[in-house]
């Protein structure tokens, strides 16, 4: 039967076509590793931050291009915290930020808590970074003391983040505020860099021009708690920081400054620093403000206040040398405790508090005591909190630094337009809380004439995050190949409107002493690069789908 | 409540399929008489067509972000060139995303209406023609059904649940049967006594099939009255939820545009082209809604003919 | 008098079973509960006594029982947000629902009525036919569109009204009535309350249209008719006296249902009410605050049913509601 020739030619005819059939299937198995699964890009929702979400599309449509199968899925802030923060091995790619605070004028706060280790499983380094160099090297700058010295090492630590592309970073928003210049004396402001007029030192210094004497501002975010012990969100510390002193503050010039602190002196091998409080400190009930005070503000966080543990954990022993002077002994030499721990501890009253903690129940932290009162010694005084509508602060008149206006009074607007139509009409007379297009803002005060817009580089950043606990983004090449594909001139111009400067660092601009000049040039992007990375690291594009490289399997699909 | 005029006796062999096609000749004659719900059949026929020939009818991918000649992004266009109606400020088309939505609006629309009304309908049949323990239970049910706020529910469903489409279809679904099973409920049950059904007894014939065979046809009108309204309410409530936030943010719909444009502070730069067009789409489909179920109304309660 | 337990007792039952599928739906939806409670340095052991502070530990059972108890004590729980009693939170902003509900539907009702009566006099002219299409297209626009539009209109080009919140930053009042009544409420309140009255006024216009339709014809009006009775006689006296009941209705249950679908014109206008606390609290995961303030929307509408039907059944004797 097999002789027959015909019989020869069938079967001789099937076993080409099965060949070649093989053959057309064959390369896929030898040559790439399984379709890269679908992914997640997570992001706040359009209407909270059109910003993000925009950009989040860009770049969902850059990274088609490369074969891969992305989704943008916008979501709430807490759904979103819930996603990224406490269930760490399910997500992808996320949209995030770091929010400029003046106790970040230090590069440390970040640099540290972002990418150390420890703070991996649990803490900011959300994105699962294990690099021991860092680690050491991270370490180190803590606590060398000489600027020029620790600059190095700042500069070194930048450079292995873009190495690795831990972060694919976007941009430094540029912020926009505007205030009324028929209410308020234009000049007075005080313009501190990475937050703009928008700080603590032009609240206490701005001048009214006429009768109005409320400064009325605005935000876009719902209150969640004014409690000395808290760090609740980015809208209620500007509250906290009016309502209790501090023993230093960050000063315009971005360093830190004796503020409730008459001296600040560090012994010489930089170990311990004695503290002596200013003459004349009240309470705004009345009582004054002691040594004992002091020593309770910064042991309680021990125990009571978890979000401010991390910056007292490094205190081994106050001691009260006199009512007014105290001395903290460290464990380690810090370089930023000054910026990190005592322009950062808010000072509260003993005796408002203590009875307060010590009816606690277990397993509950200072964060849950919601006190009536709200006691501090600062430049201003809680008057009330309408629920999601307004606070309203009382100038302290008695405060050694009394500001010029009578109060101060926060109003609650979700709604961007009607924000704007708010500040047009004078229902608000400092725009502190824009998300909106910053050209209507524009537009608006050119028409209006009475409006000042001020534009300033934020200490923030926005950044893409990716979880290098899952693969293919535990790759580097991956990784970088990604952040390749971004182009962020493009997401700083149709995503920020323009507002805002490109950013491949944790550190700013705005900190010109620490910022890494040029680094922003030295990530090269375009999809042709990124397409070719991908090839060198093996990743294979078959009928327009990202593969793996050969004999990868992808652990995570559906 | 409900006149004689239209009820058909069934002669003895009567399949449902016949009395359905004599129904719907008489549904056709509502359109004939009354210029509203012509007009209501004919908005929503020409939707139907756009719906179906959207893919051709679109201009652009109404997802897609568009650049111009520069590389940069094609924002906030006013209307004219190769853009219609303008576009979006991130850039994207908004004619082919209003043409796009008219889907997304009568899939929604279509899918809790036959929802609603199937549910309604079934419940309305077996309760007014059962009576005694099942109606009572199917109405309390109906009665917990209206206990709960309507608005409210969606948005804790869609929530909690991912955000999609389906979640409206879901929460209506679950909410608004009352109305449509309580009316025809009562149909039914006058109906129930009416000589012929005593005649179809006599001949034989069980429970079920005079349930299903002689009196559902007579009810329908009533199906179709509520369906009619049903659509417009999905459409607003995918709106509403879209405008709060809740609605899934990779299709297009007009809830979705009118969200985009709110988010996007499309009035305070006085782009009405975006915001007015979907807003006017939604009434229009709307009204038509209300256009037709008039129409069945005045044969269904002929008291308010002159 | 019997008819009247009987619908207290049904009242409570609804509410009962609402409240039931409530409590089910949020404990078993998809979602660590207490995430927004929990922050990002709470340590397991804390975590773990969280848990159990908030009986999260507790079986299903259990917890539902704690749960019904608690209510009928008028205990709702503690906001995990605002770290407050859920009732505290939900009274401070409920009684400005209430009077934005209750505003914008006397307006509507007050403006359905006559218009309903008129058309319904005008049958068949020029006035009925623009008038019904009119109607409709109110009631099928979107609230916060028309919502929008007017704010843009009215207050960002105009300038006649403010742009939102409820009283202007930083008034103080001398008592809660002085507050409402005041000026600047009052002109906080007005845009809101028009874009809603615009959108309820449909329902009492058409109904009252045809109920005035339906009386017109009834024998008593021809009698009156060639008693030789003025027209306007005629309408006042016989024909809308009569017409009225089922709108009165209408108006209580209009009351139930609003409450709970002002979430957009809320949100739209800033108007700090309880549709807008629940979206914030469903956003933010704060689900004893969202339970609760579902619960208030709830009990606002089962009780306006009641009110309802009862008066109804009050109002004319004539109609009794099937008895099943």
Same mark, same amino acid.
């Given at each position: 039967?097999?002789?027959?020739?015909?019989?020869?030619?069938?079967?001789?005819?099937?076993?080409?076509?099965?060949?070649?059939?093989?053959?057309?299937?064959?390369?896929?198995?030898?040559?790439?590793?399984?379709?890269?699964? #679908?992914?997640?890009?997570?992001?706040?929702?359009?209407?909270?931050?059109?910003?993000?979400?925009?950009?989040?599309?860009?770049?969902?449509?850059?990274?088609?291009?490369?074969?891969?199968?992305?989704?943008?899925?916008?979501?709430?802030?807490?759904?979103?915290?819930?996603?990224?923060?406490?269930?760490?091995?399910?997500?992808?790619?996320?949209?995030?930020?770091?929010? =400029?605070?003046?106790?970040?004028?230090?590069?440390?706060?970040?640099?540290?808590?972002?990418?150390?280790?420890?703070?991996?499983?649990?803490?900011?380094?959300?994105?699962?970074?294990?690099?021991?160099?860092?680690?050491?090297?991270?370490?180190?700058?803590?606590?060398?003391?000489?600027?020029?010295?620790?600059?190095?090492?700042?500069?070194?630590?930048?450079?292995?983040?873009?190495?690795?592309?831990?972060?694919?970073?976007?941009?430094?928003?540029?912020?926009?505020?505007?205030?009324?210049?028929?209410?308020?004396?234009?000049?007075?402001?005080?313009?501190?860099?990475?937050? =703009?007029?928008? +700080?603590?030192?032009?609240?206490?210094?701005?001048?009214?021009?006429?009768?109005?004497?409320?400064?009325?501002?605005?935000?876009?975010?719902?209150?969640?708690?004014?409690?000395?012990?808290?760090?609740?969100?980015?809208?209620?510390?500007?509250?906290?920081?009016?309502?209790?002193?501090?023993?230093?503050?960050?000063?315009?010039?971005?360093?830190?400054?004796?503020?409730?602190?008459?001296?600040?002196?560090?012994?010489?091998?930089?170990?311990?620093?004695?503290?002596?409080?200013?003459?004349?400190?009240?309470?705004?009930?009345?009582?004054?403000?002691?040594?004992?005070?002091?020593?309770?503000?910064?042991?309680?966080?021990? #125990?009571?206040?978890?979000?401010? #543990?991390?910056?007292?954990?490094?205190?081994?022993?106050?001691?009260?040398?006199?009512?007014?002077?105290?001395?903290?002994?460290?464990?380690?030499? +810090?370089?930023?405790?000054?910026?990190?721990?005592?322009?950062?501890?808010?000072?509260?009253?003993?005796?408002?508090?203590?009875?307060?903690?010590?009816?606690?129940?277990? =397993?509950?932290?200072?964060?849950?005591?919601?006190?009536?009162?709200?006691?501090?010694?600062?430049?201003?005084?809680?008057?009330?909190?309408?629920?999601?509508?307004?606070?309203?602060?009382?100038?302290?008149?008695?405060?050694?630094?009394?500001?010029?206006?009578?109060?101060?009074?926060?109003?609650?607007?979700?709604?961007?337009?009607?924000?704007?139509?708010?500040?047009?009409?004078?229902?608000?007379?400092?725009?502190?809380?824009?998300?909106?297009?910053?050209?209507?803002?524009?537009?608006?005060?050119?028409?209006?004439?009475?409006?000042?817009?001020?534009?300033?580089?934020?200490?923030?950043?926005?950044?893409?995050?990716?979880?290098?606990?899952?693969?293919?983004?535990?790759?580097?090449?991956?990784?970088?190949?990604?952040?390749?594909?971004?182009?962020?001139?493009?997401?700083?111009?149709?995503?920020?409107? =323009?507002?805002?400067?490109?950013?491949?660092?944790?550190?700013?601009?705005?900190?010109?002493?620490?910022?890494?000049?040029?680094?922003?040039?030295?990530?090269?992007?375009?999809? +042709?690069?990124?397409?070719?990375?991908?090839?060198?690291?093996?990743?294979?594009?078959?009928?327009?789908?990202?593969?793996?490289?050969?004999?990868?399997?992808?652990?995570?699909?559906? | 409540?409900?006149?004689?005029?239209?009820?058909?006796?069934?002669?003895?062999?009567?399949?449902?399929?016949?009395?359905?096609?004599?129904?719907?000749?008489?549904?056709?004659?509502?359109?004939?008489?009354?210029?509203?719900?012509?007009?209501?059949?004919?908005?929503?026929?020409?939707?139907?067509?756009?719906?179906?020939?959207?893919?051709?009818?679109?201009?652009?991918?109404?997802?897609?972000?568009?650049?111009?000649?520069?590389?940069?992004?094609?924002?906030?266009?006013?209307?004219?060139?190769?853009?219609?109606?303008?576009?979006?400020?991130?850039?994207?088309?908004?004619?082919?995303?209003?043409?796009?939505?008219?889907?997304?609006?009568?899939?929604?629309?279509?899918?809790?209406?036959?929802?609603?009304?199937?549910?309604?309908?079934?419940?309305?049949?077996?309760?007014?023609?059962?009576?005694?323990?099942?109606?009572?239970?199917?109405?309390?049910?109906?009665?917990?059904?209206?206990?709960?706020?309507?608005?409210?529910?969606?948005?804790?469903?869609?929530?909690?649940?991912?955000?999609?489409?389906?979640?409206?279809?879901?929460?209506?679904?679950?909410?608004?049967?009352?109305?449509?099973?309580?009316?025809?409920?009562?149909?039914?049950?006058?109906?129930?006594?009416?000589?012929?059904?005593?005649?179809?007894?006599?001949?034989?014939?069980?429970?079920?099939?005079?349930?299903?065979?002689?009196?559902?046809?007579?009810?329908?009108?009533?199906?179709?009255?509520?369906?009619?309204?049903?659509?417009?309410?999905?459409?607003?409530?995918?709106?509403?939820?879209?405008?709060?936030?809740?609605?899934?943010?990779?299709?297009?719909?007009?809830?979705?545009?009118?969200?985009?444009?709110?988010?996007?502070?499309?009035?305070?730069?006085?782009?009405?082209?975006?915001?007015?067009?979907?807003?006017?789409?939604?009434?229009?489909?709307?009204?038509?809604?209300?256009?037709?179920?008039?129409?069945?109304?005045?044969?269904?309660?002929?008291?308010?003919?002159? | 008098?019997?008819?009247?337990?009987?619908?207290?007792?049904?009242?409570?039952?609804?509410?009962?079973?609402?409240?039931?599928?409530?409590?089910?739906?949020?404990?078993?939806?998809?979602?660590?509960?207490?995430?927004?409670?929990?922050?990002?340095?709470?340590?397991?052991?804390?975590?773990?006594?969280?848990?159990?502070?908030?009986?999260?530990?507790?079986?299903?059972?259990?917890?539902?029982?704690?749960?019904?108890?608690?209510?009928?004590?008028?205990?709702?729980?503690?906001?995990?947000?605002?770290?407050?009693?859920?009732?505290?939170?939900?009274?401070?902003?409920?009684?400005?629902?209430?009077?934005?509900?209750?505003?914008?539907?006397?307006?509507?009702?007050?403006?359905?009525?006559?218009?309903?009566?008129?058309?319904?006099? !005008? !049958?068949?002219?020029?006035?009925?036919?623009?008038?019904?299409?009119?109607?409709?297209?109110?009631?099928?626009?979107?609230?916060?569109?028309?919502?929008?539009?007017?704010?843009?209109?009215?207050?960002?080009?105009?300038?006649?009204?403010?742009?939102?919140?409820?009283?202007?930053?930083?008034?103080?009042?001398?008592?809660?009535?002085? !507050?409402?009544?005041?000026?600047?409420?009052?002109?906080?309140?007005?845009?809101?309350?028009?874009?809603?009255?615009?959108?309820?006024?449909?329902?009492?216009?058409?109904?009252?249209?045809?109920?005035?339709?339906?009386?017109?014809?009834?024998?008593?009006?021809?009698?009156?008719?060639?008693?030789?009775?003025?027209?306007?006689?005629?309408?006042?006296?016989?024909?809308? !006296?009569?017409?009225?009941?089922?709108?009165?209705?209408?108006?209580?249950?209009?009351?139930?249902?609003?409450?709970?679908?002002?979430?957009?014109?809320?949100?739209?206008?800033?108007?700090?009410?309880?549709?807008?606390?629940?979206?914030?609290?469903?956003?933010?995961?704060?689900?004893?605050?969202?339970?609760?303030?579902?619960?208030?929307?709830?009990?606002?509408?089962?009780?306006?049913?009641?009110?309802?039907?009862?008066?109804?059944?009050?109002?004319?004797?004539?109609?009794?509601?099937?008895?099943?």
């Amino acid at each position: 039967m097999l002789t027959n020739p015909k019989t020869l030619l069938r079967a001789a005819f099937a076993a080409a076509t099965t060949a070649v059939l093989m053959a057309g299937s064959l390369p896929a198995a030898a040559e790439s590793g399984d379709e890269v699964r #679908k992914l997640t890009l997570i992001s706040r929702a359009q209407a909270a931050n059109p910003q993000q979400f925009q950009g989040a599309e860009l770049i969902a449509q850059a990274w088609r291009k490369l074969g891969l199968d992305v989704e943008v899925q916008g979501m709430p802030r807490p759904q979103q915290s819930d996603a990224v923060w406490y269930n760490r091995d399910t997500w992808d790619l996320t949209m995030w930020q770091m929010v =400029g605070r003046p106790e970040r004028s230090d590069p440390d706060e970040l640099i540290y808590n972002l990418f150390h280790s420890s703070t991996a499983e649990k803490g900011y380094n959300f994105v699962g970074y294990v690099n021991p160099e860092y680690d050491t090297l991270v370490e180190k700058q803590r606590v060398t003391a000489n600027r020029d010295d620790r600059k190095v090492m700042i500069d070194r630590l930048q450079d292995i983040i873009n190495e690795d592309q831990v972060y694919a970073f976007l941009v430094h928003p540029l912020q926009t505020f505007a205030i009324d210049k028929t209410v308020w004396n234009a000049s007075s402001t005080v313009v501190q860099p990475g937050l =703009g007029i928008k +700080n603590f030192w032009t609240y206490t210094n701005i001048e009214p021009l006429g009768d109005q004497k409320d400064m009325i501002l605005n935000s876009s975010d719902e209150l969640n708690a004014i409690n000395p012990f808290y760090i609740s969100g980015a809208t209620d510390s500007w509250i906290t920081e009016l309502i209790w002193d501090r023993m230093m503050r960050i000063g315009p010039t971005g360093l830190a400054e004796p503020w409730a602190a008459k001296s600040v002196e560090w012994s010489s091998d930089s170990m311990s620093v004695t503290v002596t409080l200013r003459d004349g400190m009240m309470w705004h009930d009345g009582t004054p403000v002691t040594a004992e005070d002091v020593v309770f503000s910064f042991t309680a966080p021990v #125990k009571y206040a978890p979000m401010y #543990k991390p910056f007292v954990n490094g205190i081994a022993n106050i001691e009260v040398l006199d009512a007014s002077t105290v001395r903290f002994d460290l464990s380690k030499p +810090n370089a930023a405790f000054e910026t990190s721990t005592l322009s950062k501890l808010n000072l509260a009253p003993k005796h408002v508090w203590e009875p307060l903690l010590a009816a606690l129940g277990e =397993g509950e932290s200072a964060e849950s005591i919601r006190e009536e009162s709200r006691i501090g010694s600062g430049p201003f005084k809680f008057n009330r909190w309408a629920n999601q509508q307004e606070v309203v602060l009382d100038a302290n008149t008695d405060h050694w630094s009394a500001p010029k206006m009578e109060r101060w009074i926060l109003r609650i607007v979700l709604n961007v337009e009607a924000t704007l139509g708010m500040l047009r009409s004078g229902e608000l007379n400092f725009l502190s809380d824009y998300t909106g297009d910053p050209v209507l803002l524009i537009e608006a005060s050119d028409a209006d004439g009475d409006l000042d817009v001020v534009e300033s580089v934020d200490i923030g950043f926005q950044y893409v995050a990716f979880n290098l606990r899952r693969p293919p983004f535990d790759d580097t090449a991956f990784r970088r190949a990604l952040s390749t594909a971004i182009n962020r001139e493009l997401i700083r111009k149709a995503a920020y409107n =323009g507002f805002a400067v490109t950013a491949n660092s944790v550190v700013s601009p705005a900190l010109s002493f620490w910022h890494k000049a040029g680094i922003d040039k030295e990530l090269p992007t375009g999809i +042709n690069l990124a397409k070719s990375i991908l090839e060198e690291a093996g990743y294979v594009v078959e009928d327009g789908k990202l593969h793996y490289p050969a004999g990868q399997t992808e652990l995570f699909g559906e | 409540m409900k006149h004689d005029k239209e009820i058909y006796i069934p002669g003895r062999g009567i399949h449902f399929l016949s009395s359905v096609s004599r129904w719907l000749v008489s549904a056709s004659a509502i359109p004939r008489r009354d210029p509203f719900a012509f007009a209501g059949l004919l908005l929503y026929l020409i939707f139907i067509l756009i719906a179906l020939f959207a893919d051709s009818l679109v201009t652009h991918n109404p997802r897609e972000i568009l650049f111009d000649n520069n590389y940069d992004l094609a924002r906030n266009l006013p209307p004219g060139g190769d853009h219609i109606l303008g576009t979006t400020y991130s850039g994207r088309d908004i004619y082919s995303q209003l043409v796009w939505g008219s889907r997304g609006a009568l899939l929604v629309g279509v899918t809790a209406a036959v929802w609603v009304v199937t549910i309604g309908t079934v419940v309305g049949l077996i309760a007014g023609f059962f009576g005694g323990l099942t109606d009572t239970l199917l109405m309390r049910l109906a009665d917990i059904a209206l206990g709960v706020p309507f608005l409210p529910f969606v948005i804790v469903l869609a929530a909690f649940l991912n955000p999609s489409q389906w979640n409206v279809v879901f929460g209506i679904a679950l909410l608004l049967w009352p109305q449509s099973a309580r009316v025809i409920r009562a149909q039914v049950m006058s109906l129930r006594e009416r000589a012929f059904i005593e005649a179809a007894r006599a001949t034989g014939a069980g429970p079920w099939r005079i349930l299903f065979v002689h009196i559902a046809p007579n009810i329908l009108s009533l199906s179709f009255l509520y369906a009619s309204i049903a659509v417009g309410w999905a459409i607003l409530t995918e709106a509403s939820i879209s405008f709060l936030g809740f609605g899934p943010s990779d299709s297009v719909t007009w809830g979705y545009m009118l969200q985009d444009a709110y988010a996007s502070q499309a009035l305070g730069r006085g782009q009405y082209y975006w915001f007015v067009p979907p807003g006017l789409c939604i009434i229009v489909v709307v009204v038509a809604g209300f256009f037709i179920s008039r129409g069945y109304e005045e044969i269904l309660f002929p008291k308010l003919k002159d | 008098m019997a008819y009247f337990l009987k619908r207290f007792s049904h009242m409570l039952f609804v509410l009962w079973a609402v409240a039931t599928i409530l409590f089910f739906m949020f404990r078993t939806m998809p979602g660590t509960p207490l995430a927004a409670f929990i922050d990002n340095t709470t340590t397991a052991e804390q975590q773990d006594a969280l848990i159990r502070q908030f009986g999260l530990d507790k079986s299903l059972g259990e917890q539902y029982w704690l749960f019904l108890t608690n209510l009928m004590q008028g205990d709702l729980g503690q906001s995990f947000f605002f770290k407050k009693p859920v009732v505290e939170v939900v009274m401070e902003v409920f009684p400005n629902s209430v009077i934005l509900t209750l505003t914008s539907l006397i307006v509507a009702y007050l403006f359905g009525i006559m218009v309903g009566a008129y058309l319904a006099w !005008r !049958r068949g002219s020029w006035v009925e036919g623009l008038g019904i299409p009119l109607v409709l297209t109110t009631r099928a626009a979107p609230e916060f569109w028309l919502g929008m539009v007017l704010l843009a209109f009215f207050s960002f080009h105009l300038g006649w009204f403010p742009s939102g919140g409820a009283n202007t930053s930083g008034s103080d009042w001398t008592s809660s009535w002085q !507050r409402v009544t005041s000026l600047d409420y009052l002109s906080h309140l007005a845009l809101p309350a028009i874009t809603l009255a615009i959108y309820l006024h449909g329902l009492p216009l058409l109904l009252m249209r045809s109920n005035m339709l339906n009386v017109l014809q009834e024998e008593f009006i021809t009698m009156a008719r060639m008693k030789g009775l003025s027209t306007w006689t005629i309408v006042i006296r016989h024909a809308a !006296r009569n017409a009225l009941l089922p709108v009165a209705t209408s108006f209580a249950l209009g009351i139930g249902g609003a409450v709970g679908g002002n979430v957009v014109v809320e949100t739209v206008f800033s108007w700090p009410g309880i549709g807008r606390l629940l979206v914030n609290a469903v956003s933010a995961s704060d689900y004893p605050l969202a339970q609760g303030a579902f619960l208030m929307i709830t009990a606002v509408l089962v009780v306006m049913n009641f009110i309802a039907d009862v008066s109804y059944n009050l109002l004319d004797p004539r109609v009794r509601v099937e008895t099943r």
